[in-house]
């Protein structure tokens, strides 16, 4: 089976930069994914690694190492709407391509 | 572009009472997948599909069952549905290859009394 883990909630000031861990066990990997969703709404893509590094879209970064079944997410340049749950997801290399998801961090933006 | 269209966004059961969840995409998707997410909880896999009339179980199935008789559709059935059921629940589809974006429907809120 698969399992992430992901801490339960983070607090950040506006402007800073913050990282949010994400560790998984699974039995066949294909890549990593992490999501954005707003209280109320459907989850967002934000980032993919399917390959050890780093990945950059903007303010958001993501970072993959395969060999320790690990990954982050780095915000950078806060802002009071990143405000969010924020949730990984690892998809599997099977041929039903199965997507599971961490429980979530909740991101919380301080003035 | 409609990307992922569920219907319905709301909906009230009876305990007992059955219903089908829609969910449509027009991107051409193969794998396509259905998640419950409760207060404060991640999103959590009921059944997914990776192609016409190919369905495989996920976290939680049981009480569920789907169909997928069109590769653009993935229904969702409650057949006897109970309290424990009340959740937004979410469809999602990706393209093959190497693409790790899933495309999200904006959610069915369904009330079981």
Redesign the interface.
Known sequence: GQSLEQPSEVTAVEGAIVQINCTYQTSGFYGLSWYQQHDGGAPTFLSYNALDGLEETGRFSSFLSRSDSYGYLLLQELQMKDSASYFCAVRDSGGYQKVTFGTGTKLQVIP | NAGVTQTPKFRVLKTGQSMTLLCAQDMNHE?M?W?RQDPG?????IH?S?GEG?T?K??VPDGYNVSRLKKQNFLLGLESAAPSQTSVY?C?S?A?G??????????SRLTVL
């Open positions: 794998y997948y998640y909880m991640g999103l959590r896999l997914y990776v190919t495989a996920g976290e979410f999602a990706i093959g190497d693409t790790g974006e899933l495309f999200f429907g904006e959610g």
